[in-house]
């Protein structure tokens, strides 16, 4: 009997290291100031939302933890009309793809070497990342491959959106990632002690 009350009494402890997906709560901000912080404990393994309009974009808040292995994709054979984008804590530009390769839309790995702070954005394919002076922060020609900042706005921070970006009907995005958690680490729920176990089944 007391074998039963002990593994009940551990099934009740949440674990902290589940891998979790995070869904948008309205609509996500374009910016980096107003994007949508993920929270939550362990390892953030998807993030599910949707394209309003073309002129939408969304931005993540999320956080690195294993540069070597970080990835955030995108499957471009159902949704090819949305592109990906990274920036670091200050906005800079780190990573975008808009082409598909390999079945596949991502951002990550090579161009992502420490962890920390990043912002994940997802946009119509067509949009243009803006630099405070409106230029475009990587240049508006698909590469299908991944690609660090190469256009004339390359040295400023993501200021603003242009271009004419076009929603697929796949308007709902599920992005796939892997060596990343929340941005914001959710307060973890007391865990139950032996000792309170103990009183409870006395």
Not at 33 to 43: F, H, I, R, V
Not at 47 to 52: K, N, S
Not at 129 to 155: E, F, K, V
């Amino acid at each position: 009997m007391r074998t039963l009350i002990v593994a009940a009494a551990l099934a009740l402890v949440p674990s902290f290291a589940a891998a979790a997906a995070w869904t948008e709560i309205g609509d996500a901000g374009d910016s980096i100031a107003g994007a949508q912080t993920t929270a939550g404990n362990g390892p953030l393994t998807s993030i599910q939302g949707q394209l309003l309009t073309d002129t939408d974009q969304d931005v993540y808040c999320i956080r690195v933890t294993d540069p070597a292995q970080f990835n955030a994709s995108l499957s471009c054979v159902t949704f090819s009309n949305n592109d990906l984008w990274l920036f670091d804590a200050s906005g800079l530009g780190v990573s975008h793809h808009d082409g598909c390769q390999g079945g596949q839309t991502n951002v990550g790995t090579p161009l992502v070497t420490t962890a920390g702070v990043y912002y994940l954005a997802i946009s119509p394919s067509g949009a243009d990342a803006l630099n405070p002076s409106s230029s475009p922060i990587w240049a508006p020609a698909a590469q299908g491959t991944q690609r660090a900042p190469d256009g004339p706005g390359a040295p400023g921070p993501l200021a603003g959106w242009g271009g004419a970006g076009v929603v697929s009907n796949f308007n709902n995005y599920t992005v796939q990632i892997s060596g990343a958690a929340f941005c914001d680490p959710a307060t973890p729920v007391a865990r139950s002690t032996w000792g309170r176990t103990k009183t409870l089944y006395r």
